[in-house]
């Protein structure tokens, strides 16, 4: 039954690895779209921005390694980073809860989910990540955050209180402006190990 999923994943992802081949076009347009104004979540509702094949393969050992169950993503686009996290608690009877601003996109993920035969393991949120997440209380095995970054640091702190000892924090795009700012607001706290993966692209937060 796992093996029959795990083969629907791999022929989903490659499919979706496939088209977001072609996403330098689509982020240049969308950053034309933008030239007049500030850049918005919104240029970029055709774009993938998807983590790498290295990251996925990671995340799923992740899961298994530290018996990951109860997941939150935020940011899943199209669905690929979620198919990840899908393969890896297929194997811990774990569940997601993921959220994505876009419709359209959340839409498109939404199938990408129900084709590959995991939607019953994956709770869409559509909409802002600090409203569809608001009053969550369970706790939280494993956070992925790749959103939209000048929210990590207000997500961080709305879902820290179900935080437990063994909370992973998976933080993608560690390079950018705000997460590198984030990431610094977190290590003033004296209260996380930080750690870099991916030559600096991920910081893996865990508590000390």
Known sequence: MIIAAQQ???ATLADLYEDAKYD???IMKALTKSILGPIRPIHFKDTY????KKQGEDIVHLI???RIKNVVEFGSSFGISTLYLAEGILETNGSIITTELIDSK???AIENFKNTGVDH???MRIGDAMETLKGYAEPIDLLFLDGWKDLYLSLFLMLEPNFHSKTIVYVDNAEMHDTKRFLKEIQQTNKYHLTPKHDGKVVIINSK
């Open 24 to 26: 330098d076009i689509r």
């Open 106 to 108: 959340a839409k498109k």
């Open 121 to 123: 393991l994956i709770d």
């Open 49 to 52: 921005l998807a983590i790498s």
């Open 8 to 10: 629907k994943i791999a």
């Open 64 to 66: 298994k390694e530290n």
